[in-house]
């Protein structure tokens, strides 16, 4: 009777074992889970670089692979096409994508406010720190030139919320401007080239042009050209929720502790960053300088950034990068963050 009941209890050990492997988002020391995360090579993706540089996601369970993009409608076109499991880009392109069907899930935040428009050369010294519609007009007709302003593809945060500001807030008309589309590290380049007058930039871009070119003007932030402007947050396919759950609950618990990390500790966090931002070839102490910046604000809830993206959709419609509306608590899974936090 005693080996029948020890042997009756390995086998249901054993089923129980077998049932484990085999049950969608567990994850084991012995077979981590993998998960592709695509990310755009900005500050505000500095979270996802502290989690692998600091071994949370492997202590989870989790082997990660990081694939860099140059903008958030590219990286949302190879998430879309199940070449990343997730992102870490602009709310809008992931918003415009489910719009058209795209099975894609917005579960936390990462930063507000990113976005500002810095201009130079003659341009800035033309329409100082407070441009109004009058001195976009003026400049142009005295160069007998469009005014170039560089930024990324329609559909995209920085596109978005330019044009927001260029044309509802200063409204400039479309006339005297031409919205040149570029990759990030293009813009910057192009902008301390002279190729451009101004440009929408994030950080570290912000900090690096300012102390490459002290000429480099700040015509607007993030707050001016979008109140509570969504910036960066965590997407993921629908599949992959659905699969490994258990997986990327671990991964938002991780997102959060590093965006806490970054406000206690922004020392620790450039460095931490140093590697995967310009490959060690920007100082931390730059980094640093960029993550205490206006233009650095971590958040990591993403019911905050709730209102504020349905009116960036409702503009995005409006502007023509929006086929349809997608009710945006539709569009949000809060279920990881809201278990992370313990509500």
């Known amino acids: 009777m005693t080996s029948l009941s020890r042997r009756a209890a390995l086998l249901s050990l054993a089923a129980f074992a077998s049932a484990a492997a085999l049950a969608p988002g567990t994850v084991r020391a012995a077979d981590p889970v993998k998960l592709e995360i695509g990310y755009i090579p900005i500050l505000a993706a500095a979270p996802l670089f502290i989690v692998d540089a600091e071994g949370w996601a492997k202590e989870a369970g989790i082997a990660l692979k990081l694939t860099r993009f140059e903008s958030g409608p590219h ?73 170039k302003i560089g930024t990324q593809p329609p559909g995209s945060v920085p596109d978005t919320v330019l044009r927001h500001w ?115 070839l920007i100082e931390p102490e730059t980094l640093e300088a960029a993550l205490r910046g206006p233009a650095a604000k971590f958040v990591a809830d993403p019911h905050s950034v709730v209102p504020a993206v349905e009116k960036m959709m409702a503009y995005a419609k409006e502007i023509g990068v929006a086929e349809g509306t997608v009710p945006v608590a539709e569009a949000f899974d809060f279920r990881f963050y809201d278990a992370a936090v313990g509500k």
């Open 75 to 147: 990286a949302i076109q190879a998430m879309s096409a199940g070449q990343i499991d997730l992102l870490y880009a602009g709310v809008a392109p992931a918003l415009v994508a489910r719009s058209k069907g795209a099975d894609i899930t917005v579960i936390a935040n990462s930063s507000v406010e990113e976005m500002v428009v810095a201009g130079r050369g003659a341009f800035a010294k033309a329409v100082g720190e407070t441009p109004t519609a009058d001195s976009f007009k003026k400049f142009a007709a005295d160069a007998g030139r469009k005014i």
């Open 166 to 280: 260029l044309f509802k807030v200063v409204k400039v008309d479309p006339a005297d401007v031409d919205l040149v589309s570029m990759g990030i590290e293009k813009t910057q380049q192009a902008l301390l080239a002279g190729a451009l007058d101004a440009a929408t930039i994030r950080e570290p871009t912000v900090t690096i042009t300012r102390q490459m070119d002290p000429n480099v003007v700040l015509l607007a932030n993030g707050a001016q050209m979008f109140p509570d402007q969504p910036g960066t947050a965590v997407t993921a396919r629908g599949a992959v929720l659905r699969d490994n759950a258990a997986a990327v609950q671990a991964l938002i618990k991780a997102h959060i502790r590093a965006v806490d990390l970054i406000g206690k500790d922004p020392k620790r966090a450039a460095r931490l960053v140093n590697e995967y931002l310009g490959k060690g």
